[in-house]
């Protein structure tokens, strides 16, 4: 069965205090891993799609890199308004479905 | 820009009641989407539509119906309204198959009394 976990489900951080948020997967046959931001009472924003193991994409402070098993999006000297929600999914070949994961939660603090 | 947009941000109703949440997007994408999220639930796709009139079932159809009469237009119908659909409602489309993202609109937080 398809899977995507995310971890921390929440994590604090100081401005400009680097990190990286992680999103673990299982999928029969990768077609697309992404990520998205939310910010509180609002849709789902996308940032990223990567589709092969190797793969980066950045844009400003946000970079997302793909292995076989995980992605990673790492923050690099975050801003008070990089504070979100980020949410990770995958499209397998399995089906029309994205799987989504729940998310973690990130409070960058000034 | 892609433009998903949803017919309330706020909607409250009573118990029994009958509800419709209209979507609406303006790139001609053939998939839409309706999800609903809920605080350590994460997204839970409620239904999907590839084609007009054509409609799949998601992982919590229950208590739901939807409706593709336009490409652009996509409707979810609650039936008889119960409190454990308060919820946030989530509309996305997408182009093609899930090589692509998905586009979402701003959500409808929906009270049900």
């Known amino acids: 069965e398809d899977q995507v976990t995310q971890s921390p489900e929440a994590l604090r951080l100081q401005e400009g205090e680097s990190s990286s948020l992680n999103c673990s997967y299982t999928v029969s046959g990768l077609r697309g891993l992404f990520w998205y931001r939310q910010d509180p009472g609002k849709g789902p924003e996308f940032l990223f799609t990567?589709?092969?193991a190797g793969e980066e994409k950045e844009k400003e402070r946000l970079k997302a890199t793909l292995t076989k098993k995980e992605s990673f999006l790492h923050i690099t000297a975050p801003k008070p308004e990089d504070s979100a929600t980020y949410l990770c999914?995958?499209?397998?070949?399995?089906?029309?479905?994205?799987?989504f994961g729940a998310g973690t939660r990130l409070f960058v603090k000034a | 820009d892609v433009k998903v947009t949803q017919s309330s941000r706020y909607l409250v109703k009573r118990t029994g009641e009958k509800v419709f949440l209209e979507c609406v997007q303006d790139m001609d994408h053939e998939n839409m989407f309706w999800y609903r999220q809920d605080p350590g639930l994460g997204l839970r796709l409620i239904y999907f539509s590839y084609d007009v009139k054509m409609k799949e079932k998601g992982d919590i159809p229950e208590g739901y119906s939807v409706s593709r009469e336009k490409k652009e237009r996509f409707s979810l119908i609650l039936e008889s309204a119960s409190t454990n659909q308060t919820s946030m409602y989530l509309c996305?489309?997408?182009?093609?198959?899930?090589?692509?993202?998905?586009?979402f609109g701003p959500g409808t937080r929906l009270t049900v009394l």
């Open positions: 999914a995958v499209g397998g070949t399995g089906g029309f479905k994205t799987i």
């Open positions: 996305a489309s997408r182009p093609g198959d899930n090589y692509n993202e998905q586009f």
């Open positions: 990567l589709y092969s």
